[in-house]
């Protein structure tokens, strides 16, 4: 079965600073991932997301996140925060070979980057 | 294009009473899904559908019924409303044939079951 963990409800970072949103996941075939913000009120935005290819993927507002399948890991990183990168961030998976259109998502981060 | 479109925006309901929400999109897309979102818990899957005709559920299905008769629409039955379905409900799509698009959501509805 699918699953996706996001080991951090919170995340506080100072703006400029790198900011680093973790997420794991569990397929198994090989996974889609996917990267949603919300800001407040509002519903999810696409962010950016990994299918294949070059590990470093870019993606929406300057993020980029890195696919390591060794670790299962697939994390979302900014070089710069800017206070208004405060957000709810989901990681989401679709697993190629079971899940077909049916997408799995983590409990969110909080991401607070102070001024 | 408009998008993604739920209505209401917002609903109350007393318990045992039945109600619809509807999501339409305008973006000729296949797949449709509804989410519920609880703090804590993130999104979960209650129902999809990947084309006219064609339903399956998800994560969390019990108490919802979905129908797809159209592209374009994907409502979603709370068949008789308790207060554990208390949450907001957002609706989603991806565009047709490939499992590899993201979705496009919704604004949302938020439903209180007093």
């Known amino acids: 079965a699918q699953s996706v963990a996001q080991p951090e409800d919170q995340v506080n970072v100072a703006e400029g600073n790198p900011l680093t949103v973790k997420c794991t996941y569990s397929?198994?075939?090989?996974?889609?991932l996917f990267w949603y913000v919300q800001y407040p009120n509002r519903g999810l935005q696409f962010l950016l997301k990994?299918?294949?290819?070059?590990?470093l993927v870019k993606g929406s507002y300057g993020f980029e996140a890195e696919f390591n399948k060794s670790q299962t890991s697939f994390h979302l990183k900014k070089p710069s925060a800017l206070v208004s990168d405060s957000a709810l961030y989901f990681c989401?998976?679709?697993?190629?070979?079971?899940?077909?259109?049916?997408?799995?998502f983590g409990a969110g981060t909080r991401l607070f980057v102070k001024a | 294009n408009a998008g993604v479109t739920q209505t209401p925006k917002f609903q109350v309901l007393k318990t045992g009473q039945s109600m619809t929400l509807q999501c339409a999109q305008d973006?000729?897309?296949?797949?449709m899904s509804w989410y519920r979102q609880d703090p804590g818990m993130g999104l979960r899957l209650i129902h999809y559908?990947?084309?006219?005709?064609?339903?399956d559920q998800g994560e969390v299905p019990n108490g919802y019924n979905v129908s797809r008769s159209t592209t374009e629409d994907f409502p979603l039955r709370l068949l008789s409303a308790a207060p554990s379905q208390t949450s907001v409900y957002f609706c989603?799509?991806?565009?047709?044939?490939?499992?590899?698009?993201?979705?496009?959501f919704g604004p949302g509805t938020r439903l209180t079951v007093t």
């Open positions: 989603a799509s991806s565009p047709p044939g490939q499992e590899r698009y993201e979705q496009y």
């Open positions: 397929v198994s075939g090989n996974p889609y």
């Open positions: 990994y299918i294949t290819g070059d590990n």
């Open positions: 989401a998976v679709r697993d190629d070979r079971t899940g077909g259109f049916k997408t799995i």
């Open positions: 973006m000729n897309h296949e797949y």
């Open positions: 559908s990947v084309g006219a005709g064609i339903t």
